[in-house]
T-cell receptor
Framework: AQKITQTQPGMFVQEKEAVTLDCTYDTSDPSYGLFWYKQPSSGEMIFLIYQGSYDQQNATEGRYSLNFQKARKSANLVISASQLGDSAMYFCAMRDLASGGSYIPTFGRGTSLIVHP | DTAVSQTPKYLVTQMGNDKSIKCEQNLGHDTMYWYKQDSKKFLKIMFSYNNKELIINETVPNRFSPKSPDKAHLNLHINSLELGDSAVYFC???????????FGDGTRLSIL
């Protein structure tokens, strides 16, 4: 079973509007972490935002915020005031404790976001 | 200035050859990783080292052998390259296991 599910293969948004990219996760580890990364067409992977499972408040970093709903096991990324440069693949990722005692990072399959002028 | 650098950026080679990809980080991080990203953009962890010790080894053929001479370096050697090895390989590092990762720019490996 997939540990990270991103149900939107592609999303479109108008410049200056907000967009939400969905991510649901599955883990039995009570101490886990959730990440979002951006991969522009140039190929590099850029860390955007992190949410720990025990964090009381939703994480925010500039125009990025994470809508963390623990009971629903969802960690959606909200990008406010979209810019053309936000067009990229976005990956949701989780780290949780594997049976061997190591934190294993698992990535979702990504959502391709296109921002229209 | 570069945080995580990997070389080469492109690698084109014949089936059956042996090749290496080098990775270095100057962030002072304890943990380094190798990922494979396939043509559908799926990113899968291959290996991780923490303080030069192997901590993650995910169902990777034993033709792939990582080596960490020190905390700042994690190299990947691949023997007897196969067509299915064609992918982008990313090196990454983090302060310790489970923390946000900084990625290198990737090495695009193409097998002829």
């Amino acid at each position: 079973a997939q540990k990270i599910t991103q149900t939107q293969p592609g999303m479109f948004v108008q410049e200056k509007e907000a967009v939400t990219l969905d991510c649901t996760y599955d883990t039995s580890d009570p101490s886990y972490g959730l990440f979002w990364y951006k991969q522009p067409s140039s190929g590099e992977m850029i860390f955007l935002i992190y949410q720990g499972s025990y964090d009381q408040q939703n994480a925010t970093e500039g125009r990025y915020s994470l809508n963390f709903q623990k009971a629903r096991k969802s960690a959606n990324l909200v990008i406010s005031a979209s810019q053309l440069g936000d067009s990229a693949m976005y990956f949701c990722a989780m780290r949780d404790l594997a049976s061997g005692g190591s934190y294993i990072p698992t990535f979702g399959r990504g959502t391709s976001l296109i921002v229209h002028p | 200035d570069t945080a995580v650098s990997q070389t080469p950026k492109y690698l084109v080679t014949q089936m059956g050859n042996d090749k290496s990809i080098k990775c270095e980080q100057n962030l002072g991080h304890d943990t380094m990783y190798w990922y494979k990203q396939d043509s559908k953009k799926f990113l899968k962890i291959m290996f991780s080292y923490n303080n030069k010790e192997l901590i993650i080894n995910e169902t990777v053929p034993n033709r792939f052998s990582p080596k960490s001479p020190d905390k700042a370096h994690l190299n990947l050697h691949i023997n007897s390259l196969e067509l299915g090895d064609s992918a982008v390989y990313f090196c990454a590092s983090s302060q310790d296991p489970g923390q946000p990762q900084h990625f290198g720019d990737g090495t695009r490996l193409s097998i002829l």
